[in-house]
């Protein structure tokens, strides 16, 4: 691919991003689309929709979302998206500032090096060929490569203070949080599991007798879990008869009384029986009161009067045999996944090793169409094998979209499929909470990305008519070094078509706005089903963040046209992210920037590898004196990560307990205990349908 | 080597076996030995040392400790040698069990397979190759491979099962362990590092305000540590020069009262004044106390009036600064390792890396001396590359010996070396226990073992010209498979060599023997300097007996010839080691059986290794139906230790919280506590000369 087809792929792709940004900025003023652009608001104000007057201006794109998320501040946000939103926003604006470096750095120093690294004729720029411009181009033990590593010192010393500090001043947010959800019913509540079984007594009695025993000064009170998987669809098939048992009575009561009422007494008062509505609801929960004590669980939420025996009891060993009263953190009551809390504990080792499989067989399927996406890029072999393609690839438009923009959109096609899959997975490991289940498939999808976007890309287009991926496990360095950089043109397309346009699709919700549409004016139905519902999925955005910054890092040195385009995608996802937070998203759990170590490990990974690849770069090209170089600094990045992870990491993994005393101190002196143990009683809700009954907590 | 090879080298390992046995049995009725076979004894009883009466049976060898060792209970074994021994003679007994089951099978039903595997004609045994016995000489796709896969699923069964049951009793043990030392002071204290620092505060004010405002109810009092390295060696110049001046004085007293005292009268006085004990040790004492309030550092015991709020303090995060106040459970006072527990906590992250990478580099480095007795067996090559040498290499006699029994000879001779470099590795990395330092040095040599014994000799048997250790990542098991089988007949030679002659140097302990002799015979000196201090060198016992497991298992499929050596081996060291820790090793500290987990992986690593190479083999012998199936037997052995991982290590890890409530009831309940607090005050001496002013806690 030369310049020109790289340039074919971004006028593209500019043109459909202002294409769908102006489309944006129309769509989201009309009225009948608040429900798709404004969940947000809709949900926490509950306003009453104005139906707007039909005005010229609601018809001409206009930049004032943009301004508006640009100008909102760091407590807006977090305001609005909690914590979780904040530190991904921190992980977006963190990559913008470094390639910002980066790019200076590469363009002005790197580039031209590259540029005029060989003795040779240059051509007329558009029509001069992208490997021009890479590292390839500079020839064996030039002196030049020190300018080489020198950039890549700056980049990897920057990355590192950028990264402390964000660090720091995350974990300051965390502490802040801590602090400042000091109302959360989350902190005086543990999840016990695997309470042993007993013949003579119900669990619940077995989890008060131990918790009066051995914490008799801390403890309140519990609320057992029960089997979801059959109770609650009882309850719920009961619920909905009875709502659709009352909607009828109530109409055939208008009927009756319009039409039949003259005709019998006694119709309607059989149906007034049924809709009265506390007769009713005291019969369904007597039968299920008495239901219910067969179907407990061996899982308990435990109630203490402090939060600091909870987080003590939620520590440690608490049995001698220790598949018996595990204890966690509970998490927030929006964040509970009931339907997980039943499961036998002895079972989840077993469901986490089979998902851990599972996803790993995923990973090692999705070669195939990898390999295919693969060979679009290399034309010659295509047409070796199938001659009759040799006309249509003649034509040079074709062949510039299908090498500079097909690859990439049947791979991104490929790609939709694996955030859902790999949710399913954490759902089947059986998290506590929603928030750790999208956690978990956050790391899976990470991992995948990483592994087959970037790594099985650049191994298979290296050895695309061999099967075996890794062939040597020697001088990986060498092997990176001469692997990577062939793929660069790839990933220049890949940040183009599946960064550029996974923005676009973000702030366009195309999804939601079919449902919408298709809702309202086919359905005519003025009843959204999903308002207020949409949290931000952190399991797709996050690993995409991250992916984009990993290829950042890694082709900085090796192919620094990449930059510009990754800046661009930056400060894009910068606007874009902030608009969705403050409008559609709505937070309802969240893990508290608990996504950050996640992110920090992963740029720390970039920058080793960038620096690894260089290494063996360098060590290709014969300067073996600045390949040694570089030893230090991936020494010192390392030792780096390790002195974060001591300094920072506990904070992401325990509430520390001084803190949790200060706060309990404060809060027994201001008398607030009492309403937060009254509280307790009632905020954790198996069946949020029928509240009064199940949640009745036992003393 | 043919089998007549073996023999010799059975036969010289025997006839020294024997003649040690028989040696240390007459040895050990010596009176003037007593110190070196008996230590234990010694330290215990304090027993007057009987001058034995010269007789005839004194010098006739008997089996009498062999049946005292043989009729050692498993109380006797608790009460000499702690859990820990129990732990390490359990892992000999249950490798005895495994490999009488696995001889069983695979001489019975391998070994007559192996040897007419093939078609061909056999000649007179003792000058058969050994090769015959291996798995290689059955020929490829022969139904006999199915037996093989039978054995394997026998052995790998059984393995499991027993080790089940270990780790049940162990776990069992454990418990009753910590049961029993309810008068352990260490379970009322921890160790707080991180104290931070502050100009105005000494850091044991700081300690006692953190205590008494987040503890106050559970915090009994501290003590603080003191900078050793400087402190230390001037307490104990101090205490040795007072100790020199004191037997000078009285010596001199002696010698002036009858030479000199006529002369003149104030030299007797002047000395008399250094030599009146308590006013001098109480100048030295004021002169402490007033220096070591200088000298405190970040580190202090806390000690707290119940078990479980020691626990819960040592637990969790502190403080919202990750690297302050960082707490453990104290180590037992004899076993803590004060020279540690003065190194600044930030400074450990920085010493755990440094002895990582150095513990690797030795691993390295060690390749040269295992190539070197690797090129021994090649006699060829020798032949080839040193010409010269052909006259002598035609004698036979030297031809076994040279590859019978020099190669393990020297590499036994190197591998000595290894322990007390680990050892120091382990000191440099600041563990505050001994035990805790002796079992890091544990793991280390058992890395270190492995990697150089078994991966290097193997691989470097089939890699002998080329230097690329590793040279292909795919298809491991066809590598190690094609590999292992080679090396059958140097580990033979290495257990009767290594194995034997381990145990041999071990009953007889060389060493302490000259040491003994040298002291008693030669300086005429009756004070035993090593009298009672000699603790059980777990670091290097313990790896040796997991080696030769490790070695057991991976070679009873393919050259089932190594298992009557490896049994005779193991029965052997069963006495040995039961003799040893009856009479001479003195248990001062102890882990509490926490080497037992370690044991536990390496049985499972080595099955799991033996059932990929045999998958390897049966590939090997083109019978992919046989290779399939141990597939199965490596996922279940998989899923059984992470079962076991999850069931019963966590009990090794933390103490559970119900024993320890339950303990600390019992001992309010019996007015105990009081006693213990006393002793609190008291027994952590860091000091052990100045022991009155420094161990003096603060209430």
Redesign the interface.
Same mark, same amino acid.
């Given at each position: 691919m030369d310049i020109s087809g790289l340039l074919t792929s971004a006028g593209i792709n500019t043109g459909l991003c202002l294409v769908f940004f102006s489309l944006y900025s129309v769509l989201s003023k009309q009225p009948s689309n608040e429900s798709v652009y404004f969940g947000q608001r809709l949900a926490q104000l509950r306003l009453k929709r104005r139906r707007g007057r039909l005005s010229f201006d609601r018809f001409v794109p206009s930049p004032s979302w943009i301004v508006k998320a640009w100008e909102a501040s760091e407590e807006e946000i977090l305001a609005c998206g909690g914590l979780d939103a904040l530190v991904f926003l921190r992980m977006v604006v963190f990559s913008c500032r470094i390639f910002s470096i980066a790019a200076i750095i590469c363009i002005f120093l790197v580039l031209p090096l590259n540029y005029f690294g060989k003795e040779m004729r240059h051509r007329y720029i558009p029509s001069e060929s992208l490997e021009v411009f890479t590292i390839g181009n500079v020839k064996e033990g030039s002196r030049w490569l020190w300018a080489h590593c020198f950039a890549l010192y700056i980049i990897s010393c920057s990355a590192c203070v950028l990264l402390y500090f964000e660090y720091k001043n995350i974990t300051r947010m965390r502490?802040a949080h801590i602090i400042g959800s000091s109302l959360s019913p989350s902190q005086f509540t543990i999840l016990v599991r695997g309470i042993p079984w007993s013949p003579e007594e119900s669990y619940s009695e077995i989890v008060r007798k131990f918790y009066t025993n051995?914490y008799a000064t801390s403890y309140l009170s519990h609320q057992i879990v029960y089997r979801s998987g059959t109770v609650q669809k009882i309850m719920s098939d009961a619920a909905k008869m009875y709502e659709m048992i009352k909607c009828t009575s109530t109409e055939q009561n208008f009927g009756s009384r319009l039409i039949r009422c003259g005709l019998c007494g006694g119709t309607t008062h059989s149906f007034k029986v049924l809709a009265s509505e506390p007769e009713s609801v005291q019969r369904q929960n007597d039968f299920t009161e008495s239901d219910l004590k067969e179907k407990e669980c061996g899982a308990a939420l435990v109630f203490f009067r402090t939060r600091y025996a909870a !987080? =003590?009891a939620s520590?440690?060993?608490?049995?001698? $045999? +220790?598949?018996l009263?595990v204890t966690d953190l509970a998490p927030e009551p929006h964040d509970v996944y009931w339907k997980n809390l039943s499961i036998p504990y002895r079972q989840l080792? =077993?469901r986490r090793?089979t998902t851990l499989l599972a996803s790993i067989g995923l990973m090692i399927l999705f070669v195939i169409p990898v390999g295919f996406v693969q060979s679009l890029l290399h034309l010659e072999e295509i047409q070796k094998k199938f001659p009759f393609l040799r006309g249509v690839l003649k034509n040079k438009v074709i062949v510039r979209v299908v090498t500079g923009y097909l690859p990439s959109v049947i791979l991104m096609l490929f790609l939709y499929a694996v955030p859902p899959a790999m949710m399913l997975f954490s759902t089947i490991e059986g998290p506590i909470s929603r928030s750790g289940r999208k956690k978990s498939a956050c790391f899976k999808v990470l991992y995948f990305l990483i592994w087959n976007v970037f790594f099985v890309n650049v191994l298979s287009g290296t050895a695309i008519e061999r099967l !075996?991926v !890794?062939?040597?496990?020697?001088d990986v360095a060498a092997q990176l070094a001469t692997a990577v950089p062939k793929q660069a043109t790839f990933f220049m397309t890949y940040v183009l078509t599946s960064g550029w346009a996974s923005l676009s699709s973000e702030i366009m919700q195309p999804y939601m706005l079919l449902c919408n549409f298709f809702n309202k004016f086919i359905l005519r139905n003025n009843n959204d089903p999903s308002n207020g519902t949409l949290s931000f999925p952190y399991h797709t955005e996050v690993p995409r963040v991250l992916l984009f910054g990993f290829l950042g890092f890694t082709y900085s040195l090796l192919a620094p046209l990449i930059l510009p385009f990754l800046l661009v995608y930056f400060f894009l996802a910068n606007l874009v992210y902030r608009n969705q937070i403050l409008n559609i998203y709505v937070t309802r759990y969240q893990t508290g920037g608990k996504f950050w170590p996640t992110m920090h490990y992963t740029t720390i990974f970039s920058l080793v590898l960038t620096q690894v690849i260089a290494m063996g770069v360098f060590g290709l090209k014969k300067s073996t004196v600045v390949s040694a170089f570089t030893v230090p600094l991936i020494i010192c990045t390392l030792?780096f990560n390790?002195?974060c992870r001591?300094?920072?990491? +506990?904070?992401f993994?325990? $509430? +520390?307990?001084? !803190?949790l005393?200060d706060m309990d101190r404060n809060d027994e002196q201001c008398g607030r205990m009492e309403e937060i143990y009254k509280q307790l009683q009632s905020v954790y809700c198996q069946f949020a349908s029928t509240s009064n009954a199940v949640c009745n907590t036992v003393p």
């Amino acid at each position: 691919m030369d310049i020109s087809g790289l340039l074919t792929s971004a006028g593209i792709n500019t043109g459909l991003c202002l294409v769908f940004f102006s489309l944006y900025s129309v769509l989201s003023k009309q009225p009948s689309n608040e429900s798709v652009y404004f969940g947000q608001r809709l949900a926490q104000l509950r306003l009453k929709r104005r139906r707007g007057r039909l005005s010229f201006d609601r018809f001409v794109p206009s930049p004032s979302w943009i301004v508006k998320a640009w100008e909102a501040s760091e407590e807006e946000i977090l305001a609005c998206g909690g914590l979780d939103a904040l530190v991904f926003l921190r992980m977006v604006v963190f990559s913008c500032r470094i390639f910002s470096i980066a790019a200076i750095i590469c363009i002005f120093l790197v580039l031209p090096l590259n540029y005029f690294g060989k003795e040779m004729r240059h051509r007329y720029i558009p029509s001069e060929s992208l490997e021009v411009f890479t590292i390839g181009n500079v020839k064996e033990g030039s002196r030049w490569l020190w300018a080489h590593c020198f950039a890549l010192y700056i980049i990897s010393c920057s990355a590192c203070v950028l990264l402390y500090f964000e660090y720091k001043n995350i974990t300051r947010m965390r502490l802040a949080h801590i602090i400042g959800s000091s109302l959360s019913p989350s902190q005086f509540t543990i999840l016990v599991r695997g309470i042993p079984w007993s013949p003579e007594e119900s669990y619940s009695e077995i989890v008060r007798k131990f918790y009066t025993n051995y914490y008799a000064t801390s403890y309140l009170s519990h609320q057992i879990v029960y089997r979801s998987g059959t109770v609650q669809k009882i309850m719920s098939d009961a619920a909905k008869m009875y709502e659709m048992i009352k909607c009828t009575s109530t109409e055939q009561n208008f009927g009756s009384r319009l039409i039949r009422c003259g005709l019998c007494g006694g119709t309607t008062h059989s149906f007034k029986v049924l809709a009265s509505e506390p007769e009713s609801v005291q019969r369904q929960n007597d039968f299920t009161e008495s239901d219910l004590k067969e179907k407990e669980c061996g899982a308990a939420l435990v109630f203490f009067r402090t939060r600091y025996a909870a !987080v =003590i009891a939620s520590q440690g060993l608490q049995s001698s $045999n +220790p598949m018996l009263w595990v204890t966690d953190l509970a998490p927030e009551p929006h964040d509970v996944y009931w339907k997980n809390l039943s499961i036998p504990y002895r079972q989840l080792w =077993i469901r986490r090793i089979t998902t851990l499989l599972a996803s790993i067989g995923l990973m090692i399927l999705f070669v195939i169409p990898v390999g295919f996406v693969q060979s679009l890029l290399h034309l010659e072999e295509i047409q070796k094998k199938f001659p009759f393609l040799r006309g249509v690839l003649k034509n040079k438009v074709i062949v510039r979209v299908v090498t500079g923009y097909l690859p990439s959109v049947i791979l991104m096609l490929f790609l939709y499929a694996v955030p859902p899959a790999m949710m399913l997975f954490s759902t089947i490991e059986g998290p506590i909470s929603r928030s750790g289940r999208k956690k978990s498939a956050c790391f899976k999808v990470l991992y995948f990305l990483i592994w087959n976007v970037f790594f099985v890309n650049v191994l298979s287009g290296t050895a695309i008519e061999r099967l !075996v991926v !890794v062939s040597s496990a020697k001088d990986v360095a060498a092997q990176l070094a001469t692997a990577v950089p062939k793929q660069a043109t790839f990933f220049m397309t890949y940040v183009l078509t599946s960064g550029w346009a996974s923005l676009s699709s973000e702030i366009m919700q195309p999804y939601m706005l079919l449902c919408n549409f298709f809702n309202k004016f086919i359905l005519r139905n003025n009843n959204d089903p999903s308002n207020g519902t949409l949290s931000f999925p952190y399991h797709t955005e996050v690993p995409r963040v991250l992916l984009f910054g990993f290829l950042g890092f890694t082709y900085s040195l090796l192919a620094p046209l990449i930059l510009p385009f990754l800046l661009v995608y930056f400060f894009l996802a910068n606007l874009v992210y902030r608009n969705q937070i403050l409008n559609i998203y709505v937070t309802r759990y969240q893990t508290g920037g608990k996504f950050w170590p996640t992110m920090h490990y992963t740029t720390i990974f970039s920058l080793v590898l960038t620096q690894v690849i260089a290494m063996g770069v360098f060590g290709l090209k014969k300067s073996t004196v600045v390949s040694a170089f570089t030893v230090p600094l991936i020494i010192c990045t390392l030792l780096f990560n390790e002195y974060c992870r001591r300094r920072f990491h +506990p904070i992401f993994k325990d $509430n +520390p307990a001084q !803190v949790l005393i200060d706060m309990d101190r404060n809060d027994e002196q201001c008398g607030r205990m009492e309403e937060i143990y009254k509280q307790l009683q009632s905020v954790y809700c198996q069946f949020a349908s029928t509240s009064n009954a199940v949640c009745n907590t036992v003393p």
